[in-house]
């Protein structure tokens, strides 16, 4: 607190500018809206209805996605195979 002077010789107090609180409780910004997902209980997702277009290239996709896991591991074996043969013909 300041004592400022308010005329003739007397001084008051003067208290400093402070925002008051809210007294209802009511935020004075609106919080943003929740969004609430469905939870699994058995840990898959539901699959939603969708486009048979759209529902054609997940398909297309999960199985393009097999393909080359199955391509990565093939050439993981040949990479494999052919360190051994180097190091074969090294000794």
Request: proline share 12%; net charge negative; glycine share 4%.
């Given at each position: 607190?300041?004592?400022?002077?308010?005329?003739?010789?007397?001084?008051?107090?003067?208290e400093t500018a402070s925002p008051a609180p809210a007294i209802?409780?009511?935020?004075?910004?609106?919080?943003?809206?929740?969004?609430?997902?469905?939870?699994?209980?058995?840990?898959?997702?539901?699959?939603?209805?969708?486009?048979?277009?759209?529902?054609?290239?997940?398909?297309?996709?999960?199985?393009?996605?097999?393909?080359?896991?199955?391509?990565?591991?093939?050439?993981?074996?040949?990479?494999?195979?052919?360190?051994?043969?180097?190091?074969?013909?090294?000794?």
């Amino acid at each position: 607190m300041a004592k400022q002077m308010q005329g003739r010789g007397r001084f008051r107090t003067a208290e400093t500018a402070s925002p008051a609180p809210a007294i209802s409780g009511v935020p004075t910004t609106p919080e943003p809206p929740v969004r609430r997902w469905p939870h699994p209980v058995d840990g898959t997702e539901p699959l939603p209805q969708t486009d048979p277009a759209l529902h054609f290239v997940h398909c297309a996709l999960s199985y393009q996605n097999e393909l080359l896991a199955d391509i990565k591991a093939l050439l993981e074996q040949i990479a494999a195979a052919q360190e051994a043969a180097e190091e074969a013909e090294t000794e």
